[in-house]
Structure formats: C-alpha cells, structure tokens
C-alpha cells in the first residue's frame, strides 16, 4: 500500500484498471486487515456498479472513480443512513468550493442544478445490529466533456468551470471532509449533521412534482426521519414519508 503523494493523510491504492473500485477493496478486505479509510482509485472500470444494479460509465482518467472502508460499528444499523448524509455533504461541500448551485438529491446523489454530478454506492456489511463495515463507492464527473452513455442528465465539473481539474486535489478534499464529518458523527453530532444535510438538499424550497406508486402529486420536502425516509407535505396539507426507491422526483 503507497501513500498518495500531495500530503494526502490516507492509505490509497491506485490501478490503472479494475472491475470495479468498491470490489477490489472489499477483497483487499478479506485477504487483510484494512486500515479504515483507505482508498481505492481506478482510471477505468470494467465492471463499475451504480446504484439498481445499473453499471456506472467513466470516460478514461478523466473523473474520480474511487472507493473507501469505514468500520462505523458505533451506529446501529437502523442509523445507515447516517453515513449517506456523511459522504454526501463532504462531496457537495468539496465541490462548492469550485462552484456555486451543487445540493443533495435524496438520498445520496450530488446534482448541480438539474444534472447528476456524483454517485454513490455504499454496501454496507450488517452483523446483528451494527454496522460491522461500509463500503462506499464514489464516481464523481470531473473532467469528461462528452457523455454517451444512457444516464439520465450528467455532467462534469470541467463543464461547470470550464476548467480541467487535478482528480488528486479532488480526492484529497473529499476525503478530508468524509474524516471530519465522521468525526463529528462519532462524537454525537448527527442532530447538526441532519440539519447541514436538510439545508443542502434538492428542491428543498417550495413545491415541487413528484410520483410515488399511487401517481403524480405536488409536494414539499419538508424533512428526513433519522432513518433517512423522506418527509413530503402535499399540497392538501397532507404529510407523507417514503423509503429510498418508493417516490421519485419528476424532472
Ligand atoms: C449511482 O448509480 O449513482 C452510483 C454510482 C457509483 C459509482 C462509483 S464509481 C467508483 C465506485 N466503484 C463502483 O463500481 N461504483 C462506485
């Protein structure tokens, strides 16, 4: 294992190619003991995963696909979503710092304005009731200029600024935020991180469309459950709670 140059804090590994970032290191895992927080970078993908079991698709080099170990055997299983809020303000907040108009899609993806940034798979592996160890699996959109593949709305960072950007910073900033909100998650303060994460999210003024299995309707968010379900007010005034997967946004 090879420290990352640039005063980067973190053991990180990085391969030309791999299946998929967030598998290579849940093998490193069985095969070793694996400090948490180290990372695992990839120039290319042959097999990423996203999110629905769809594949995640990455132009050469150009972005930062990459996946960390967290062992959070301090939460419970019931507080999964915890580290959702966690590795999403730390992308949302790095990439502010390029730019302006970047939010939290509940429950894990970054948008700037309408389009889909970053993505996130985070596995995590349950015994009992802990949290025993959480895979998370970032693809972030850096520096490609074109898209193909069938994903709904992306776009890059490059896009954004205009700028090609250094991955290496990228990383080094979204790992260093991940370090401090999950400090702070350890030391009790999930009310402060749930009321950072609220104010960062998507549409979170005003109504807005959205479909759950019974149709379209026009809500509000109006808050996360600490279970991570969605709280929606519609417009009759009636509250309404959804589960990751069982209400969607309508563009
Ligand atoms: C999504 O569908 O929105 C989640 C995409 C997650 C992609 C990243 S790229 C690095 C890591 N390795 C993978 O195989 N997937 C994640």
Same mark, same amino acid.
């Given at each position: 294992?090879?420290?990352?140059?640039?005063?980067?804090?973190?053991? @990180?590994?990085?391969?030309?190619?791999?299946?998929?970032?967030?598998?290579?290191?849940?093998?490193?895992?069985?095969?070793?003991?694996?400090?948490?927080? $180290?990372?695992?970078?990839?120039?290319?993908?042959?097999?990423?995963?996203?999110?629905?079991?769809?594949?995640?698709?990455?132009?050469?080099?150009?972005?930062?696909?990459?996946?960390?170990?967290?062992?959070?055997?301090?939460?419970?299983?019931?507080?999964?979503?915890?580290?959702?809020?966690?590795?999403?303000?730390?992308?949302?907040?790095?990439?502010?710092?390029?730019?302006?108009?970047?939010?939290?899609?509940?429950?894990?993806?970054?948008?700037?304005?309408?389009?889909?940034?970053?993505?996130?798979?985070?596995?995590?592996?349950? $015994?009992?009731?802990?949290?025993?160890? @959480?895979?998370?699996?970032?693809?972030?959109?850096?520096?490609?200029?074109?898209?193909?593949?069938?994903?709904?709305?992306?776009?890059?960072?490059?896009?954004?600024?205009? /700028?090609?950007?250094?991955?290496?910073?990228?990383? /080094?900033?979204?790992?260093?935020?991940?370090?401090?909100?999950?400090?702070?998650?350890?030391?009790?303060?999930?009310?402060?991180?749930?009321?950072?994460?609220?104010?960062?999210?998507?549409?979170?003024?005003?109504?807005?469309?959205?479909?759950?299995?019974?149709?379209?309707?026009?809500?509000?968010?109006?808050?996360?459950?600490?279970?991570?379900?969605?709280?929606?007010?519609?417009?009759?005034?009636?509250?309404?709670?959804?589960?990751?997967?069982?209400?969607?946004?309508?563009?």
């Amino acid at each position: 294992m090879m420290p990352y140059p640039d005063g980067f804090s973190f053991p @990180c590994i990085h391969m030309e190619e791999t299946d998929s970032t967030s598998l290579c290191l849940a093998r490193l895992c069985t095969e070793q003991e694996v400090r948490e927080m $180290t990372v695992v970078t990839a120039d290319h993908q042959t097999a990423g995963r996203g999110q629905r079991g769809n594949s995640w698709e990455s132009g050469e080099g150009e972005n930062l696909l990459f996946s960390t170990v967290l062992y959070p055997t301090f939460l419970s299983a019931k507080e999964q979503f915890r580290l959702s809020q966690v590795i999403s303000l730390a992308v949302k907040e790095t990439l502010d710092v390029y730019a302006e108009d970047f939010s939290v899609k509940w429950p894990n993806d970054i948008f700037w304005k309408e389009k889909k940034i970053c993505g996130m798979l985070l596995e995590n592996d349950l $015994t009992g009731i802990q949290i025993n160890r @959480c895979i998370a699996g970032i693809g972030i959109n850096i520096n490609q200029e074109e898209f193909h593949s069938p994903a709904p709305n992306p776009v890059s960072l490059r896009q954004i600024t205009g /700028k090609k950007e250094d991955l290496s910073d990228v990383l /080094k900033q979204v790992m260093e935020r991940i370090g401090m909100y999950y400090e702070l998650l350890k030391s009790g303060k999930g009310e402060w991180i749930d009321a950072r994460y609220q104010r960062s999210l998507f549409r979170n003024t005003g109504f807005h469309d959205f479909q759950d299995q019974q149709g379209i309707f026009t809500a509000m968010v109006t808050g996360i459950e600490p279970g991570g379900r969605l709280i929606l007010t519609d417009d009759t005034g009636r509250e309404r709670r959804y589960a990751f997967k069982e209400v969607s946004y309508l563009y």
